[in-house]
Structures are given as C-alpha cells and as structure tokens.
C-alpha cells in the first residue's frame, strides 16, 4: 500500500509497518459491569499473537497494546489498521486464524468479526 492508497497526501513519506494489531489488554476492577479484556486472557493472547506472526514469518505488521477499545462486553478485542476490521479473539486458535487468513493471507475471519453494531 502506498500513501495515495490510503487518501493521504502524495508528501507522505513510505509507510513504516503495512498493518497495526490493537490487541485491548485493558484491565477494569473485578466485578465490572463491563468486564475487561485483560481479565479474559487478553495479555496471553496478545503474547501469543506477536511471537506467532515472527514464527509465520509476517512481515511489516505490528502487535501492539492497546488501552480500552470500548467493546468490553465482546473481547477480547482486536482491531487491525489500515482495514479497521474488529475480532473478538478468545483462544490460541482464533489468533492463529487472524495471522494466517487476515493478516498473511489477506481474507477476513468472518465468524469471529465484530460488525460496527455488536454490543
């Protein structure tokens, strides 16, 4: 992807990573109405994620921590960036699923993606 691929400006200079991985590690008091996503196993997962996109060999994305992404109910939550594609990513398999399919192959992960209406 270029920057006049995305709408930026022709004075961009290169993209650095093609895609950002948001991967909600937020952590609210226990018993929360809310709940959170760290308390859901999100930092394993997290973990987990980046050390297995460098086993796939995935290059030019990067895993990063994210705060509260505001969908506490569904997490844990992903969020990857430039697509703005949101999943819910519960377990070792669901991760795997996203490098290989979105981030590797570049599908999407339908049963596990979160629509703009989920609540």
Not at 54 to 83: H, M, Q, S
Request: with cysteine.
């Amino acid at each position: 992807m270029t920057a006049d691929d995305n709408g930026a400006g022709g004075d961009d200079p290169p993209l650095f990573y093609d895609r950002h991985v948001f991967f909600c590690v937020n952590e609210r008091p226990d018993g929360h109405p809310r709940g959170c996503c760290k308390a859901k196993g999100s930092v394993k997962l997290r973990n987990y994620m980046k050390a297995r996109a460098k086993e796939l060999g995935i290059k030019r994305v990067r895993v990063n921590n994210a705060g509260c992404l505001d969908r506490c109910e569904l997490g844990p939550t992903v969020v990857i960036y430039p697509e703005g594609v949101w999943y819910r990513c519960e377990t070792t398999e669901d991760v795997d699923r996203v490098l290989e399919q979105h981030l590797r192959d570049g599908g999407r992960v339908k049963d596990i993606m979160l629509m703009p209406d989920d609540r």
